[in-house]
Structures are given as C-alpha cells and as structure tokens.
C-alpha cells in the first residue's frame, strides 16, 4: 500500500469551472454522464492529467466534443489535454446494489444514497477527488422513485427527473443524491437577515413520528449559530434524509446532510435520553459544518482538524448552552478519557493533524475530532473570548470559499492577539497526552505550585518538546471559602513555578479546572485533601474530578491489595449525594465507578498486569457494598428522581431519569431485580424501560422481560440494535461471547448493516471482562466477524479493528491470544487497505 505525506502537497494543476452532472438510476447499471469545464491554472501548463476514478465502467470520454482514449487503471485514469481550457465529457457505469462498502453511490432499503466523505466521489465518476478542488454542481437526476434530491437550491423537476443547482463551490467529498419513496417532516426557519429557508427531514415510511425532536434540534442550531457565531445559512432548502446502512453517525453535505437513522429519528418510546441528547448534538455538529467545512474546508486531508476540530469545539459549547456546561464538561472529559487517552497511549497514536497515511478513513479518529475540540478551546482559553470572537470573525472573511490549513487557521489568531504561536502549534504536529505533575510549597504567606511536563515517547516521534498548557488554577481556604478564584496559568516550560502570594493561611488547590488542558494530571494529594474538594470545590469539573480518583483509588487498592472500601470516601459522598440543591445529574455522575477499562489502564501505569476478572469483581463488589451502606439514601433518591409530568428529553427531566436509573443499578444489586422488573412493567419511555431491562439481564432475570421487548419492538429497527446490544454489552462476562455468538445466529442478525453489526460487537468490545476473557475466545469472535466483515465493508471493519489497540496492556496469556486473532486476521487473503494498515499499526 502507498503512504500519502502531508509534506509532499501539491495543488492540482486546472482550476474547474462548473461540474454537470446526469444520473440514470438503475440499482445495477447506473450511468453517470460529467460534463466539465477544466481551467488551467498559472502553473506550467501539462500535457495530461490524472483523474481518480475507482469501480466505475468507462463508456466513453471526449475533450472538447472528441472522442479520447485515456489509460484507466483500478485507480483512475490518465488523458492527454490540451493546453488551454477545455470541456472534459464522460459516462461512467455504477453497480449502486452491489455497493456494500457504502462508499459512493449505494442502495440502502431500497433507496438510493451517497457518501464521499472522504474519497467516495472516485466511486461515481472519474474526478479530481481532493478537498482543494472546490467548483459549482449542477445535478440532474433520472428516476421513477418520487423523490429526487441532490446538494443546493431545487431547480426544474417533472414526471421522472429533478434538478439541482448548488451555488456555492464545493469539494466533491460533499457531493450528495438521495433517491426513494420517503416522506418528509416539514418546516421553515428565516433567517436573521430575512431569507425563508425551507427545512426538511426525509425519512422511510413509517418514520415521520420520529422526526419532530431533529427538526427542534436544527432550527435550534441555526438560531444558535447566528447568535453565537453570526452564522447565517446561505440556500433556500436545508434537507436531511435518515439511511439505515451508514458506517459513521452523519454526513454535511452542502443542503443535503445524510444521517445515520440512529443519528436523527427520535421518539421517547424508542430513544433513551441519552440518543435525544446526541440526536441533538450531530444535528447540530453537521448543521456547523455548513461554515466550518463547507464554506471554508480543507486544503488536503491531513488538514482535517481544521474542519472536525473547530466543529465538535462548537457543537459542544451549543450542548452547553442547551444543557448546561458543568455536565457537559464531564461528561466530554469522561468521553475523551475513554477514547482519546488510550489512542494517544498506544500503538495507534497520531497527531491531531498526522503526517502520512495509507487509507484516510482511518484517521477519522477520537485524537482528529475530540483532542482537535480540546486544542481549540485551550486556544480560547489562553486569548481570551473576545480575541477568540474576533479571531473567527476573521477566519470567516478571510477564509470564506477557501480550502485552508491549520497555518491559515493560527494566522488569525496571531494576527488579531499579536501572539506568536509557534509554540503552540505543537500541539497539531506532536502525538502522546502529556503528563503534568504538581508539587506544591508554602513559605510565610507565599503558596507556590510547580509543574513539570513531560510527553512519553509514540510511535514515529521518541522525543518531545514541551507544549503551552493553559493550566486553571483556584485557591480554596480550609474552611471552604474561595481565597484565590479561578486563574490561568500559562505554562511554556519543562518545569515551571506560579507563586500566590498574600495569603492568610496555607490554601488547597483546585488545579485544572474544567480540565483546561488534555493531560494527565500527577498529583500526590492525600485522600483528606481530595475529600475536602469534593466537600468544597466550586469549579464542578474539579468536584467531580475528586470524587472520581477517590472511587479509583478505592478500587485499585481493592484490586491489588484486596482492600476493604474506603468509608470515609463513601461518607463523603454521601453528603453530596444528600444535597437535594445539586443537579441530580451531577450528583449521579459522582456515584458511577470509573469504567473497567480506565481501570485496567491504570493499573497499568502504576506497573501493574491489569486483570479483567479481578477488576470485575472489584467493581461489583464495590457496588454491593455502596447498594447496602445507602439502603437508607436510595429510596429517597429515587424519589427526588421521580419525574410526573409528561415526558421530555430536556436536561431537568433526563438527569433525574440518570439519577434514578443510578439508584435503580444499586438497588438491583440487593432486592435480585425486583425494582427494576417494576420499572420495566410501569416504563413508558425506552429510558426507563432499557435501563430496566439491563438491570434484570444482571440480576440474570431477564428471559420474559427480552421476550416481551422483543415482541414490543421486533418492527423497529433502532430498538432491534438495543435489543442486541445490551444482551451482550451486560451479559455476565463469563456468558458475554456465547450470547454473541448465540445472537449472530439470530434471523435478525443481518450483519452487513454497520448498525446491528457494531451493535453485537461494540456490545462485546464493551463487556471489558468478557471480551478479554483469559481463553482469549472474545478476540478469536471479534476477529472471525472483521475477517468475514473485511470483504463487504472494509470502513467498518476496520475502525472495529482499534478494540485490540490495548492488547500490550494484559497478561501474557491474552497477549498471545490477541495476537494470534490479529495475525489471524493480516492472513486473511485479499485484505483490505484500510485493516492492513489498522493491524500492522496495532501490531508494530
Ligand atoms: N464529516 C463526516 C465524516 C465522515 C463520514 C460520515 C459518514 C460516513 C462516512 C464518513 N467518512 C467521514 C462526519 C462528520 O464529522 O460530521
Ligand atoms: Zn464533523
């Protein structure tokens, strides 16, 4: 396989005019006719060019209205052209049925769709697939299905055919063609400046109940992005179309955003409150694409931060202002702790912008997207929200209708704040989370704090220089109150000291608050001095953050030592759980345990072999204890969680359905599931029913009640992925991969659709013990399912190859067995691109 470098960019040689396109809709020979203008630009002029161009049947190509032969080979192809401008003309033939990469031009449950993101348009016509090569896109589409849609304004439509023109230049990768017989949820939004913008969300019969809750999430997000961004949208229709087969969550197309159904369709008896909430979020995150991707979009794919970065950055701060920014926070962190930390930590670490790659769709990663997020708002952070407001002002003017670079995107800040950034701009180039570690002094009235930074060494980059960390500091006195609020200290060095002088009295410190930075904080504080900020502290991330390491701490001492439970820390939180004025959402993020695999990544550090059946049952342990100390607290928690009136999917109502379902999970450990099979009886929403549910599978009281959902829900297909998913996700570990096993035999079980795929094995990679069961039989399932998975869709397969990324961390035992199903899987004839490279990453 060929490795892209990002040092060797070069521009395309033509500029392109206009595109035209025709679209003869057949599921397996489909014609795509191009007519396009190329331009050369002032480069030396040559004499041919290369056009990508992959699957696709050439039936005939001309220049400038003459027949050409060009030489086409699996990748594109290459044609003499003259000197000037010149009018390139091709039709190709597709076999949209047989499209199970779900890449290009694809059919999913009858209807027709597109991805390109990134390099799909190669699969549709032969074209210079690459985000610089930005043109017009006028789109007629033919077809006896009732609707026709494609990117931009609607232009002439009748019996069999409809018209498109997207005004705006655009990248192919947001190319889009929906074609089916789909009902639409209607509305409209007007803009601030006047312009009445026709909405829609598209979906399969049936599905319009489930439609209402997206629309509010758009129209809010349009508002939001004006107000907050002075942000307007620039068609005259905004449309959304749900597709079952997808292999990520959604798409930004320019007009046209392509969801994952599971992205976008809502009801509160088929969704948690957990899917309103991303529902909410994507919708958001791709409507702000329409600024940040679209009109100004990438020079080239290792620019992708620039794009994916800034736009979770502000999908998470509209979630804030819709939710609250104190659960959000943690929540982010809890998510990035998850994902990005043990990506950054392993053998797939990578740059927030990577240098090479041999397969892009590989670095749509957690590192790309949520440390992109985190470097963004540290930039906020240290230039403070105004210079932050007028440096994306500026971006905006000055970068509208550009394909940019992160220098493009650091320029403005530099140049509205007069800073140099130089330093800063490590954090685009160097991978690995930094450690900071803290030792603290006091001396007559001077309390001083001195950090030292330092990045353990990654793939391809064994020495690091040190980052600019916004670290936020806040000094709290011993009887509570706030003596120092919160301060930014910017630290630039290896080893650097911040002096507080003035003080009374010896302080505590509240350090990194709202996690200011993505590193891993050193801190030798003693569990009194954790349990004081859990007690007192104001910044909420950092309460939170307290409470977390004490459960950690209890835990590992558990798991090593075999400890008894640390009381003083369960007393503790006790007091906060009591205090009725705290958001019951974050009172129950302080009850949940740190996962089992942050757990086992920890003991790690620490130099120990994490077992997964003694983190398991230290964990359950823990939680049998907590259930029977607070015998007393639940039942009142569970009253102060009790919502009466009708159901919403807002953040008063959804944390106290999550304190509720906390209390619900404790519970179960003592009465054998008698709770929760009252839950699930009475349940009128799926947040209360599902969570009912995995709570009798772990009480192993479960049959009746995954029939009676199974009879409830066998139709929809969204609830069918839970169905699947929670079987696996809270079997007993030692059941864990016979219950997969088991439902992949299922009549539902169709495991070319990435939805009920992932859902069995994300389901699995979850259940930490019973994936990394000792006789290494969850590897051996995972890898028969991606070897059989690989040859339909290797995008999918390949992003579930990163559940071995942590394989180095267990005992030799497992490590032979996760190496011997990775191996398995390098071995299997015909691999593609994207797990080759996955593997051989994992493995090296
Ligand atoms: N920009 C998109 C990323 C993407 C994608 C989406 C769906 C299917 C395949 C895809 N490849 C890349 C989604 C986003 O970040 O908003
Ligand atoms: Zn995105």
Known sequence: PTTVYLADYT???????????????????????????????????????????????????KIDGQEVTPEVTDKGLT??????????????EIDPANNTALEGLYMSGGMYCTQCEAEGFRKITFYPDRPDVMATFTVRIESAMP?????????????????????????????????????????????????????????????????????????????WDEDVYGREYDLDVFNIVAVDDFNMGAMENKGLNIFNSSCVLASPETSTDDNFERIEAIIAHEYFHNWTGNRITCRDWFQLCLKEGLTVYRDSQFTSDMRGPEVKRISDVID????????????????????????????????????????????????????????????????????????????????????DLSQFKRWYSQSGTPRLSVSEAWDNGTFTLTFEQHTPPTPGQADKLPQVLPIAVGLLNPNGDEVVPTRVLEMTEAKQSFDFTGLSARPVA????????????????????????????TDAFNRWEAGHILARDCLLAMIRDGATPDTAWLDGLETVLRDSTL?????????????????????????????PDAIYDAVMTLRLFMAERWADLLPKLAEEARVTAPYQPDAEQTG?????????????????????????????NMTLQLAALANLIRADKAKAALAAFYDQWKDDRLVMDKWFGLQVGAADPGKAVEVAKALTAHEKFDWTNPNRFRAVFGGLIGNHAGFHRKDGAGYALLADWLIKLDDKNP??????????????????????????????????????????????????
Not at 656 to 684: E, I, P
Request: proline content about 6%.
């Open 656 to 684: 106290k359905r999550a304190l509720g379902n906390m209390v619900l999970g404790l519970l179960t450990h003592t009465d054998g599931g008698a709770a929760a099979q009252a839950q699930f009886d009475s349940a009128d």
């Open 510 to 537: 509240s350090i990194l608050r709202e996690f200011s930075a993505p590193v891993v904080l050193e801190r030798d504080a003693d569990p009194q001095q954790r349990a004081f900020l859990l007690a007192h502290d």
């Open 147 to 223: 609707v026709l849609l494609s990117n931009g304004n609607p232009g002439a439509s009748g019996d069999g055919f409809a018209e498109w023109h997207d005004p705006w230049p655009k990248p192919a990768y947001l190319f889009a063609l929906v074609a089916g017989d789909l009902r639409n949820h209607p509305d409209s939004f007007t803009t601030k400046s006047g312009h009445k913008v026709d909405l829609n969300i598209w979906v399969r019969p049936g599905d319009e109940g489930k439609c209402a809750f997206g629309m509010q999430a758009l129209k809010a997000s349009m508002t």
């Open 583 to 611: 958001d019951p959402d974050f009172r129950q993020m302080l009850v949940a345990l740190p996962s089992q695999s942050e757990l086992a990544q920890a003991l790690h550090e620490q130099g120990s072999t994490p077992d």
């Open 336 to 419: 990035l702790r998850a994902r990005q930390f043990p990506e950054d930590q392993g053998p797939l670490s990578h740059p927030v912008r990577p240098e090479s790659f041999q397969e892009i769709n590989n670095f749509y990663t957690a590192t790309v997207y949520e440390k992109g997020a985190e470097v963004i708002g540290m930039l906020k952070r240290l230039v403070g929200d105004d210079d932050y407001a007028r440096a994306l002002d500026l971006y905006f003017d000055r970068h509208d209708g550009d394909a940019a670079t992160i220098e493009d995107w650091l320029k403005v800040f530099e140049d509205v704040t007069g800073r």
């Open 11 to 61: 521009p395309f040689g033509w500029r392109i005019e206009d595109v035209h396109l025709t679209f003869r809709l057949a599921p397996h020979a489909t014609r795509v006719l191009a007519r396009i203008h190329f331009a050369p630009c002032q480069l030396a002029p040559q004499q041919e060019f290369f056009l990508h161009g992959e699957e696709l049947r050439l039936i005939g190509a």
């Open 79 to 92: 044609c003499a052209v003259p000197a000037g401008r010149f009018l390139w003309e091709a039709e190709v």
């Open 795 to 844: 995008q999918t397969t390949a992003r579930m190859c990163s559940a071995f990324q942590t394989w180095t961390r267990y005992d030799s035992g497992r490590q032979t067995h996760a190496k011997a199903a990775l191996e398995r899987i390098m071995a299997k004839p015909n691999l593609s691109r994207d797990v080759n490279e996955m593997v051989s990453r994992i493995l090296a």
